[in-house]
Nanobody
């Protein structure tokens, strides 16, 4: 059974930093592309960062230069380091495992950035 558990969200002031974690189980993690998505109130869910099994990554323009995705295959965990946070980064953040198709999503972690 696929299980993805996000953690690390919280309330932070604008300009601050947070690091999100997503621990995976029930999948061959090292073969999976791992994605971070977010959904702000009243908006569609958007993919903001991805990292492939061989470590290639890409970012949405909205977070490029501020967020960094990484993975630790020994811990079956993907991270999202978020710096220079803005109020518009406020959203629920989800991780997703992808191998030829989506394997599943986490329950999400709330990030709130105050101005």
């Amino acid at each position: 059974q696929v299980q993805l558990v996000e953690s690390g969200g919280g309330l932070v002031q604008a300009g601050g930093s947070l690091r999100l974690s997503c621990a995976a189980s029930g999948i061959a993690f090292r073969f999976a592309t791992m994605n971070w998505h977010r959904q702000a109130p009243g908006k569609q869910r958007e993919r903001i960062a991805s990292i492939t099994s061989d470590g290639r990554f890409n970012y949405a323009d909205s977070v490029k230069g501020r967020f960094a995705i990484s993975r630790d295959n020994t811990k079956n965990t993907v991270y999202l380091q978020m710096n220079s946070l803005k109020p518009e980064d406020t959203a629920v953040y989800y991780c997703e495992a992808f191998v030829g198709g989506s394997l599943g999503w986490g329950q999400g972690t709330q990030v709130t950035v105050s101005s």
